[in-house]
C-alpha cells in the first residue's frame, strides 16, 4: 500500500467488486463474433479540434468512440490466454499503430481510446452517493512483445464529474458553477535504465493523479500475465486505486491509494474506458493488451471501513 495522495487516511475505501453489479454495461467478451463498426478517419480533437462524425461503436453496442481521441486499430476477438478467469473463453486485443492525426504522423507519442457506453446505457451517469465501482482483468503480454519505448503503454481510467466555479468573461460578473470532467486511473508504465553498463527493464504503475494534477508512483509490476485493477468512487467525492496480480477478485490487501485528483471532489461517475498508447511514428505498434470481464458495482450502504 502507498501512502495516500489526499492529505489524510479515507476512513471509508470501498473496494471495486463490492455491490451489485450492473449487467447492461461491461462485457465478457463471450461471442466470437464480437465486432467494431469503425467509421473512419478516427476523431482527434485532442491534438487538431477536430472530430470526426460519426463516431465507431461495437456491433453490441457496449462500446463506443469517443470525439476526443479515436479508437485503437486493433480489437480483436480472442481465446482467452492462458490463466484467465475461470470458464472465459473470450477476452478482447486492444492494440494500435495510427494515434496521431488520420493520415499524418506527428512523430510524438499519442493514445487511442476504448470507451465503455456506461452513461447512455445507464440512463446518466452514476451519483457517487451510491459508490459505483470497476472491475476489470487485463493480461500484460511477455516483455518481447512491449513496444520499445520508456513511458506509458496502457491505462485503465474513468471519467467523472465535479463542480467547479468559473471566472466570468466580465470583468465584473460573478463566476458561475461549470460541470468539470477529469478522468483518473492507473497507467502502465515501462523504463529501461543503465544500470552497471546493462540495460534493465522497470515495469510499473503510475497513478493519476494527486490533488495538485501530478501522477505519482504506484507498484511495480513484477510479473507479466493477468492482473485485476479497479477504481472505486465514494460519497467523501474521493478516487480510490487498487490492483493485483492474477484475477482473483480485489480485497482490502489490494488497496494503493486514495486521491483528490486536481483538488476535486468526484460528483458523478460517468464511464469507464482504456487507453493503447504508442509513437505515432507509422511503425511501431503499441503493446498488445488483453482487456476481459469489465464490471461496473454500485453500492447504497456503508461498507468496508479502512484499517
Known sequence: ????????????????????QL?????????????FVANDPKSSE??????????????NGRWYEGAKRGYPDVMQWVPTPEGGLDGS????????????????????????????????????????????????RVYLPPIEEWE????????????V????KEKSKFILGAPHDKEEIYWPGLFVLRETKKVAGKNVDQFFFR?????????????DIETMGWWTLGLSFTPDGVVHYFAKPGVEELNANDYIASALPYGYRCETFRTFFY??????????????VVIDDPKVYVVTQPRMARR
Do not use: C
Not at 477536430?50 to 461495437?58: A, E, I, W
Not at 503503454?153 to 471519467?159: I, N, S, V
Open 46 to 59: 485532442d491534438i487538431d479540434e477536430k472530430q470526426r462524425m460519426p463516431l465507431g461503436k461495437s456491433t
Open 89 to 136: 473463453q473470450g477476452a478482447l486485443l486492444l492494440r494500435t499503430l495510427k494515434t496521431g492525426i488520420p493520415g499524418k504522423i506527428t512523430n510524438k507519442m499519442h493514445q487511442d481510446d476504448f470507451i465503455a457506453n456506461v452513461q447512455y446505457r445507464n440512463g446518466g451517469p452514476i451519483p457517487v452517493s451510491q459508490s459505483p465501482n470497476v472491475t476489470t
Open 23 to 35: 449487467a447492461n454495461v461491461g462485457d465478457d467478451f463471450e461471442d466470437s463474433n464480437w465486432g
Open 148 to 159: 520499445m519505448r520508456n513511458g506509458p503503454h496502457f491505462a485503465f481510467r474513468a471519467a
Open 161 to 164: 464529474e465535479t463542480t467547479i
Open 275 to 288: 487507453n493503447s498508447v504508442n509513437m505515432d511514428n507509422g511503425k511501431s505498434w503499441s503493446t498488445p
Open 1 to 20: 500500500m502507498l501512502s495516500d495522495a489526499i492529505g489524510a487516511t479515507p476512513t471509508n475505501v470501498v473496494v471495486p467488486g463490492t455491490g451489485v
Open 207 to 219: 497513478v493519476r493523479a494527486d490533488r495538485n494534477g501530478g501522477d505519482f508512483r504506484g507498484p
